[in-house]
């Protein structure tokens, strides 16, 4: 490139954060692009393409602007042009890059000479960027940012924290620090790596969410925890790394540890070109797939980027593809349509039953997944029950849609229905963050036990449920509802206590000794799937009746009226006939 003498001699240094004086005035600095300068060609080009085609008239006259026509008399008005550098955005309305000014920027320098009051009609940015690596990169400091309304393209990471115990977080005792710059090199391997990877796509911005919440700070994590839809929604892209079960390891680099040795083979005998054959890479994805909160986040996200187990993986509302070649197209033949959550059927009969029965499939494996602090049970879900609302109306108690509030309390033990479970459910264990007692939600919400829960509804039985007269149980004349509390919602994030209260008969049961294989053994086949008679006979318990039970005459058949599965230790729900309170 061709540059003048003054632009030849310019540095990052010299403009960085400081004004430097460029040109007597906007007539020189054209004369100088003209004459083929470069980089005065540039500053010319910008100034033509944003400033007002009267007010460059007027400069290039050497008149005072006419958008200064309150400038007092014994006032001074400088025509010379400046630059200045600012990497750091100063405000919400500011960027990086270097600012062409009339005059020094008031902004930056006040009261010093040259400097032009309020109101001038040239304030034009060039932007600024480096190379991802270069040694010029390092001027741009990662630092935490304020957003106040800044919409722009921005990365979200999902992950594995791990331990946690020596990572650099966001706390009100760093936040100051960490707005003026993030201390890179003491961050975890993984928040290191993601810095990176977002600089090499060309992103500016990043949410994770140690550095981006207030650490410690109840209503900070409250705040944002309800707002993970926004966040991982409007993600231009989520990384996911899901390879690493731990922070401090890293994400970019596969951890399994498997050398690779690909054999190259000739493509003929007379070529020197190769085709290298490897064993094949594994799809597993990683410990991701096992942790709670990642389960919302990969979900709300539109675009992810997987870094899976020994594969990357691409992955957008339309497609899914592997580093290896394996892909697949939601619609395709073969393949389910894309999903879509909460539903968006026009009629409202339908929206209700896709979401509902959505909503059923996602907690079913979303109780697949571990939490660290098991109090975070509704916290992990509560974006997805907001959008979930939207399309229900319904109201939310703990995990469960007032609306179909009966069909929701027939979750079961997914050990009980589904033989490649074997581990039941607990009551949830402490933890660190977590000491004992853990109650985190009410007997009756599958949020009460710690392990895999499934509602197995099918089609046909949805229909039932919404016959007149199916549902016995009624919900309180009172209220009309079938929760009391005021405090169970969509946006609690904690309900240990919700209570129901509902109309109803209480039966007392009895307990019978009776095995249960002696119970189904005779019954048809079609009364209960093969499959189920198995695990009824393996964990179940039969109910009578408290006074038929005592009736010599009465046969097992008449006797039971229920049987009886153990959740958790110390607690039946019950399955048959009916329900027994």
């Given at each position: ?28 600095l ?115 940012r ?16 791990g ?5 650099v ?40 969410d ?30 996911v ?44 994805i ?50 389910p349509p ?51 609302h ?8 703990a ?31 402490p ?44 919900r ?11 405090y ?11 209570e ?22 005779n ?9 189920w ?15 038929e ?27 048959g ?5």
């Amino acid at each position: 490139m061709t540059y003048c003498d003054f632009c030849s001699e310019l540095t990052v240094d010299s403009l960085l954060y400081q004004d430097v004086r460029f040109h007597d005035n906007v007539k020189s600095l054209k004369e100088s692009a003209e004459a083929g300068c470069d980089f005065c060609g540039l500053c010319w080009a910008s100034i033509k393409a944003q400033c007002m085609p009267r007010h460059l008239t007027e400069l290039l006259n050497g008149e005072i602007p006419s958008s200064l026509d309150d400038l007092q008399e014994d006032q001074p008005w400088y025509p010379s042009i400046w630059l200045h550098g600012q990497i750091v955005p100063i405000a919400s309305d500011s960027a990086n890059g270097v600012w062409i000014t009339c005059g020094r920027s008031r902004a930056s320098v006040l009261n010093l000479p040259e400097t032009n009051p309020p109101g001038s009609p040239l304030q034009v940015k060039l932007s600024s960027y480096a190379v991802a690596g270069s040694a010029a990169a390092s001027i741009y400091p990662e630092r935490l940012r304020v957003t106040n309304g800044l919409c722009e393209p921005y990365m979200a990471l999902s992950y594995c924290w791990g331990p946690s115990t020596d990572t650099v977080k966001l706390t009100h005792k760093t936040y100051d620090d960490f707005v003026i710059e993030l201390p890179e090199q003491h961050l975890t391997k993984t928040h290191q790596e993601i810095i990176q990877f977002a600089r090499a796509l060309g992103f500016q911005y990043l949410w994770v969410d140690a550095l981006c919440i207030i650490q410690g700070d109840e209503d900070d994590w409250a705040f944002e925890s309800r707002r993970m839809e926004q966040v991982y929604g409007n993600a231009s892209l989520t990384v996911v790394a899901a390879r690493s079960p731990d922070a401090r390891l890293g994400f970019i680099k596969p951890l399994t540890g498997k050398e690779r040795h690909p054999c190259p083979i000739p493509l003929s005998p007379s070529s020197n070109d190769v085709l290298y054959i490897d064993r094949p890479t594994n799809q597993s994805i990683g410990p991701t797939t096992a942790r709670g909160w990642c389960y919302q986040e990969e979900f709300l996200s539109r675009f992810t980027i997987q870094f899976a187990e020994e594969q990357i993986v691409y992955n957008c509302p339309t497609w899914s593809s592997w580093e290896d070649g394996t892909s697949s197209i939601w619609g395709s033949p073969g393949m389910p349509p894309p999903p879509v959550f909460p539903s968006t059927a026009t009629d409202v009969r339908i929206r209700r039953e896709e979401t509902l029965n959505s909503w059923y499939a996602q907690i079913d494996n979303f109780t697949l997944r571990t939490l660290s602090n098991p109090h975070d049970v509704f916290a992990a879900m509560a974006s997805l029950a907001k959008l979930a609302h939207g399309a229900l109306g319904s109201h939310y108690a703990a995990g469960l849609w007032e609306d179909d509030i009966a069909r929701g309390l027939l979750w079961k033990p997914r050990h009980h229905v589904h033989r490649g479970f074997r581990t039941p459910p607990v009551r949830p264990r402490p933890t660190e963050l977590a000491p004992f007692p853990v109650v985190r939600a009410p007997s009756w919400s599958w949020a009460s036990v710690e392990g895999p829960i499934f509602h197995q509804h099918t089609r046909r039985k949805f229909k039932d449920f919404e016959k007149p007269g199916f549902i016995k149980i009624k919900r309180h004349p009172g209220n009309n509802r079938w929760t009391v509390d005021e405090y169970c919602d969509v946006d609690a994030l904690h309900m240990p206590h919700c209570e129901l209260s509902l109309v109803g008969h209480v039966a007392r049961a009895l307990v019978l000794d009776t095995p249960v294989a002696d119970y189904v053994s005779n019954k048809q086949r079609d009364w209960w799937k093969f499959w189920w008679k198995t695990k009824a006979k393996s964990y179940g318990v039969l109910l009578a009746d408290a006074e038929e039970a005592c009736a010599d005459s009465s046969t097992l058949s008449e006797k039971v009226v229920a049987i009886g599965r153990e959740v958790a230790a110390g607690r039946l729900v019950c399955t048959g006939k009916g329900f027994m309170v």
